[in-house]
């Protein structure tokens, strides 16, 4: 299974951008990439994924390297209620029966 | 449309004891997975069913088992259980589109302490 790195904490302040790395050098040409993110004593909420181009939804975007050995999640303006843990997630459709890998992903706290 | 839901919300038992879990799909979800989360780690996959058929098994001993019924609900059951079993069960659903396994869609979860 490819796997992801992530830093293992990160800090911002409340209304500014937050930048969210993630490695995967080892990415093969189906894996489509994810990102889950789990507040505090709830299940893992699902933010948005892509495959080759950058990406954007209601939450966040999603910036995807050329190469795809790295991607970044972009919150555009970070509120307290985006404190959690953020999952950077490598997902083959077809190979994997869809099930998700989580690693230790990165908790983010945001300062007021 | 209500969420994927899971009962119960928490569960105490001891060692050697015998736990069910209960998890309900979001209508129109054909698939639900099974996951385990131990305090301080992401979640690790146990179990995946569609059309209640297992499709995918975690690396976890045989005394983990589910199960999948006609209306899509599932159940985990764990026998003889360990201290270490003591963690966060989160159920997700799914459904099937044409590009494969759709988003998945987690419930709150069980968390489940063992004694």
């Known amino acids: 299974d490819a796997k992801t790195t992530q830093p293992n904490s990160m800090e911002s302040n409340e209304e500014e951008p937050v930048h969210l790395p993630c490695n995967h050098s080892t990415i093969s040409g189906t894996d489509y990439i994810h990102w889950y993110r789990q507040l505090p004593s709830q299940g893992p909420e699902y933010v948005i994924h892509g495959l080759t181009s950058n990406v954007n939804n209601r939450m966040a975007s999603l910036a995807i390297a050329e190469d795809r050995k790295s991607s970044t999640l972009i919150l555009h303006r970070a509120t307290l209620r985006d404190a959690a843990v953020y999952y950077c997630i490598l997902r083959d459709l077809y190979n994997q029966g869809g099930k998700l890998i989580f690693g230790q992903g990165t908790e983010l706290s945001v300062k007021p | 449309d209500a969420g994927v839901t899971q009962s119960p919300t928490h569960l105490i038992k001891t060692r050697g004891q015998q736990v069910t879990l209960r998890c309900s799909p979001i209508s129109g979800h054909k698939s639900v997975s099974w996951y385990q989360q131990v305090l301080g780690q992401g979640p690790q996959f146990i179990f995946q069913?569609?059309?209640?058929?297992?499709?995918g098994r975690g690396n976890f001993p045989d005394r983990f088992s589910a199960r999948q019924f006609p209306n899509y609900s599932s159940e985990l059951n764990v026998n003889a259980l360990l201290l270490g079993d003591s963690a966060l069960y989160l159920c997700?659903?799914?459904?099937?589109?044409?590009?494969?396994?759709?988003?998945?869609?987690f419930g709150p979860g069980t968390r489940l302490l063992v004694l």
């Open positions: 069913y569609y059309e209640k058929e297992e499709r």
């Open positions: 997700a659903s799914s459904r099937w589109t044409s590009g494969g396994l759709g988003t998945q869609y």
